[in-house]
């Protein structure tokens, strides 16, 4: 089992186990806990063996839709009913639908209780569930609505992946690029050597991309847990990422639009001359292994009114984050006129 502390300034650290068995250990930690478990309803009728009668347990079906300050309710007043106090826990046991909902419900409730996480895709393991950003959706826009409440604990079990499908697998890696692009060449290099293995599953590497990325992020998160400076390089790809998703209406799995926008900010990044040429070919060769194509985007005035909308977008500019080289990255301001001529030629 490997261990993770992520130590945010002025915040509880996260501890976060990796390994085959972390379920195990998450179920005897509980013990003596009053625990309110959100469960991914698939994962519950998948894995029921993990449920400890102890828990109160909601099951919530996973999606976009659930991010939705309707659905928070319904889980806030879930917790009231069951009598949670300061001293209970909330459990988020699924993907980042249910670990941002359930984070949010955390944050909120009696003003914050503790929060543990249980990531059970691709994508909570090697990004969502730690970082402590919680959110919902409005119509408006993606993950409008929000607080920053770290988990306490994160407990990753690899062996929940066996039965994830494909696109959800891909989509939790378009993250994992985005990590290994952006800021840890040697992760990058684990993706782009052992790219069968990944595919394949294989319990070693898969065990090694989730600690790489999560390392990457404990990083970036201790230095910025807010998103004032260096913690916006974890959006590298969410700019055009985003809009691809809210104008899908969150049909499309967010690591595929993520994916999508990894390949406009490389185009962005060569056209500015901000990353060599052969340095972006290997990244959009490590995405096309992955399946991730460079497809046709919807039109300039389709994407721009969510571009604008995001909350990366700051009087008329937007923060973009550009690859400069393997794990290298560095966030610029565009103005939306830019980004315009630029999405347009993309
Ligand atoms: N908070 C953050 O820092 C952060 C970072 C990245 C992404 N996110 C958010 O994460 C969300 C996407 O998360 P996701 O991709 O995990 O989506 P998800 O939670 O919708 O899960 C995807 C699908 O996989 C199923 N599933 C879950 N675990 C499974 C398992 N072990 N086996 C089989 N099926 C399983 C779910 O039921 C669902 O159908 C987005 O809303 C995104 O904005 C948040």
Not at 189 to 204: D, N, Q, S, T
Not at 229 to 244: E, I, K, S, V, W
Not at 312 to 333: D, M, N, Y
């Amino acid at each position: 089992m490997i261990e993770l502390h992520c130590r945010p300034q002025h915040e509880a650290p996260t501890r976060v186990v990796i390994g085959n068995g972390a379920l195990q250990q998450l179920a005897v930690d509980t013990q003596g806990r009053s625990v309110f478990a959100l469960v991914d309803a698939s994962m519950a009728a998948l894995r029921p063996d993990l449920m400890q009668p102890s828990w109160t347990v909601l099951h919530a079906q996973a999606g976009e839709s659930l991010k939705s300050l309707g659905q928070a309710e319904l889980i806030l007043r879930a917790m009231a009913t069951a009598g949670l106090d300061r001293k209970g826990l909330l459990l988020a046991i699924g993907g980042g639908t249910i670990g941002d909902v359930g984070g949010l419900c955390a944050a909120l409730y009696l003003r914050g209780i503790e929060c543990w996480q249980a990531p059970t895709t691709m994508m909570a393991m090697v990004d969502s569930a730690v970082g402590g950003k919680t959110a919902v959706n409005l119509p408006e826009g993606k993950n409008l609505v929000g607080a920053v409440h770290p988990p306490s604990r994160v407990y990753v079990d690899p062996t929940m992946l066996e039965g994830l499908p494909d696109v959800e697998l891909r989509s939790g890696i378009a993250e994992a690029i985005k990590m290994g692009i952006g800021l840890d060449a040697s992760l990058f290099g684990i993706l782009e050597r052992e790219h069968a293995a990944v595919i394949a599953r294989e319990p070693g590497v898969i065990e090694r991309v989730i600690h790489r990325s999560l390392a990457a992020k404990c990083a970036v998160v201790e230095s910025d847990l807010r998103e004032d400076g260096p913690r916006r390089l974890l959006n590298l790809g969410h700019t055009l990422g985003h809009a691809l998703e809210a104008l899908a209406d969150g049909r499309i799995p967010h690591g595929l639009c993520v994916a999508r926008g990894l390949h406009f900010a490389l185009d962005v990044s060569e056209s500015l001359s901000a990353m060599r040429s052969e340095d972006a070919e290997r990244c959009r060769k490590v995405l096309l292994r992955y399946g991730h194509q460079r497809t046709a985007l919807p039109s300039v005035e389709q994407l721009l009114p969510f571009v604008a909308r995001d909350k990366k977008a700051e009087q008329g500019s937007v923060h973009f984050v550009l690859p400069t080289g393997i794990g290298q990255s560095r966030v610029e301001r565009l103005r939306l006129d830019q980004l315009r001529a630029l999405l347009a030629a993309g």
